[in-house]
């Protein structure tokens, strides 16, 4: 019965140091559980402040990436504003040259047109005094004041009346002044016969009478011992005239001018042409003469 006893006594004692041995190992089992707790939260602590560094670096980077990407975007929107700024300064500045340039046309137009206006107004009013001229009669007015008048802006059916009017005027002025100068010859007036054929030939000097004006003009001057004047008439007349009846004259005489000046040579060959061109006329044998007396002497 006391073993009994003991037995059950001592059954409380095993299983209290198998409880104590349970909650020490549950005590150890939590401490390893605290370590690893503590462990996980510091590995946590360190992970999320390497995190928590990364993001900071991440938004500075972000950041900086922002302000360099709007920087980059005010400098992109400068530019393209410069540039279209530039083409609209240019686009504003050619406008303005050409308006520049219209208006500059526009008033060299308007220059050119009042000019012309005053020209014309000018030339009317030159136009009328000259019609007053050809109504008067006043010949030698109205050739004095024909190249004045052409020079104005005058229209084509003006100039052509003009033109004609002086034309006849020229041919009476020249025809009074060739027998003027026939008169003044006929006195023996060698001066104002020479004046008036010179102003016969000014005033016309294509008409049928101008040969025959030439010729007397040209004998008036060795009348005058202007042989050398004579001679440059004669060359021309004797070899060119308009009128053939006029050119045995005229060879013959600028013959004896050559041999008043003491031209020979160019006498003797003039003579020679002279009898060669005109056999049968009146001036033929005293050329013979003459050639023969200049062939002796010279």
């Not at 409380?12 to 349970?22: N, Q, T």
């Not at 053939?244 to 005229?250: G, L």
């Not at 003039?270 to 009146?282: A, E, M, N, V, W």
Request: hydrophobic letters at 40%.
């Amino acid at each position: 019965m006391s073993r009994t006893r003991v037995t059950h006594e001592l059954k409380p004692m095993d299983e209290l140091g198998e409880e104590l041995r349970d909650v020490k190992r549950e005590i150890i089992e939590s401490r390893g559980l605290i370590i690893k707790t503590n462990n996980l939260t510091n590995a946590l602590a360190a992970d999320i402040k390497s995190v928590g560094k990364r993001q900071q670096s991440f938004e500075r980077r972000a950041i900086w990436n922002s302000a360099a990407a709007n920087v980059l975007f005010v400098f992109v929107v400068l530019v393209v504003v410069k540039f279209a700024w530039d083409a609209r300064v240019e686009s504003v500045e050619q406008a303005t040259r050409r308006a520049n340039t219209h208006v500059v046309n526009l008033e060299s137009q308007l220059a050119a047109n009042k000019k012309a206006a005053e020209q014309r107004v000018r030339g009317e009013a030159e136009a009328l005094a000259f019609y007053e001229l050809i109504r008067s009669g006043k010949s030698k007015q109205l050739v004095e004041a024909y190249d004045r008048v052409m020079q104005e802006p005058l229209t084509r059916s003006e100039r052509a009346f003009f033109r004609d009017a002086v034309q006849r005027v020229r041919a009476q002025l020249s025809a009074r002044a060739y027998h003027d100068g026939m008169e003044a010859k006929g006195t023996g007036r060698w001066q104002e016969a020479v004046n008036s054929l010179e102003a016969s030939l000014r005033y016309q000097n294509t008409g049928a009478h101008s040969p025959s004006t030439q010729l007397l003009l040209a004998k008036a001057y060795r009348r005058l011992n202007r042989q050398r004047d004579a001679v440059e008439i004669l060359s021309k007349l004797s070899e060119a005239s308009s009128d053939a009846e006029v050119q045995d004259d005229a060879m013959f005489l600028l013959a004896e001018c050559l041999v008043d000046i003491a031209a020979y040579n160019d006498a003797k060959t003039t003579l020679r042409s002279f009898i060669r061109r005109f056999p049968k006329s009146p001036f033929v044998n005293d050329a013979k003469m003459t050639l023969a007396d200049l062939r002796t002497r010279h």
